[in-house]
């Protein structure tokens, strides 16, 4: 079992950067890869991006390739998403999963955070 706990969200202006946090509780988060999706209002859970169990291997959707970052502290037992250059289209509750292996797909996952809201105006 594997408790996730998301914060960091908040309202900024296009072109800031914001830094999510998600904490597990439990110690086999090292056993876990993790993923990050957000849901905008209105529309499907999409897939943002995700981490191996090791953080060696990491996934982005081509929306933020580029100006998103994910990382992982397993002695902490926290992931993280550096959110660099937003936009208003990155407005969207943003929800950190984790299950045993790499996936884009959400219904995949085991676990799930309850989300922190994240919005960018322009």
């Known amino acids: 079992q594997v408790q996730l706990v998301e914060s960091g969200g908040g309202l900024v202006q296009a072109g800031d950067s914001l830094r999510l946090s998600c904490a597990a509780s439990?110690?086999?988060?090292?056993?876990?890869?993790m993923g990050w999706f957000r849901q905008a209002p209105g529309k499907e859970r999409e897939f943002v991006s995700s981490?191996?169990?090791?953080?060696?291997?990491?996934n982005y959707a081509d929306s933020v390739k580029g100006r998103f970052t994910v990382s992982r502290d397993n002695a902490k037992n926290t992931v993280y998403l550096q959110m660099n250059s937003l936009k208003p289209e990155d407005t969207a509750v943003y929800y950190c999963?984790?299950?045993?292996?790499?996936?884009?797909?959400?219904?995949?996952?085991?676990?799930w955070g309850q989300g922190t809201q994240v919005t960018v105006s322009s």
């Open positions: 999963a984790a299950r045993f292996a790499q996936s884009i797909m959400a219904s995949s996952y085991n676990y």
């Open positions: 439990g110690r086999t988060f090292s056993l876990y890869a």
């Open positions: 981490i191996s169990s090791g953080g060696g291997n990491t």
